[in-house]
Every structure is written in C-alpha cells, then in structure tokens.
C-alpha cells in the first residue's frame, strides 16, 4: 500500500526536529530544487526536441516528479507546480540576463546548499532521509509546502 502524503511527512519530519536543521532545510531545500532546474536548463535536448520552444530538460523531468506529487495529492501537486513554474522564471531570467551562465551559478549555489544541509543534519545528529529512500529528496520540497498548508488551512 502507497504511504500517504502524511505518512512521508512525519517519517521525513523525524529527523529534523532541531529548530537549526529546520531554518537550514527552509533555506537550502528551496535553493537546491531551483538549483536542479538551473543544472537542466541548458543540457542539450535530443535534435527531434530542441526546436520546441520552451522545452528543455527541466520542463521534461518535471513531468514525472509532478506527477509523484499528485500521487501523494492534487493540492500538494498544484503548489509544487507554482514553485516550480516561480523556479523557472527565475531560471529564464539569470539565463538571459546574468554575467555567469546559469550552469555555474546552480552548481556552486547547489554545492553550498548541500554543505549546509549536511551541517544541519550533523546539528540534528541522523542521517538524511534520502540516505534510506531516494524519494526523501522529493518530499523534502513538499514537507515544506506542507507546512505552509497547514498555515494556511489548505488539505492535502
């Protein structure tokens, strides 16, 4: 049976409890999904793709981590998808418009934001959740957004 939304929130909230590790994650979980869609961005698309506008590799694999986040809920799902779309704006504006190309600001941001993490897991003294499942790195965005739901008195 398929654990709920819930279910991999409080496996995931588990290990962080320490008011440290939790600013950190609110910080860097945020910087390193942008920092992703910033590493895709301009990887070169297959010829039969790489005339369509508006299509590259991080509009690709969003389509099945959308697609995991509707497993667990619809509302979580349009959520992570606003984040996302907030996450490729931004990612078409440095792209664009910034002196360094995007590639070189999403790896060394993404390379300092997995550095605090680390840090605030030792704070926290466990391991990160992805270390026992990879799909951690995907309920890591959205056990934020829960929190803000909950906030906000939205279900998921």
Known sequence: MPRSAQQWFDEYGSSHQNPTNKLIHWLMVPTIFFTIV????????????????????????????????????????????????????????????????LWQISLTLFVIAWIFQFIGHKIEGKKPSFFKDVQFLLIGPAWLLGFIYRKLGIHY
């Open 38 to 101: 910033g590493l895709l961005w301009n990887l070169p698309l297959p010829a039969l793709l790489s005339d369509i506008q508006g299509v590259n590799w991080a509009s690709i694999i969003l389509i099945p981590v959308l697609i995991f986040y509707a497993s667990l809920s619809w509302t979580l799902m349009l959520g992570m998808l606003a984040f996302s779309l907030v996450c490729f704006m931004l990612a078409w504006q440095i792209d664009i418009s910034a002196n360094w190309p």
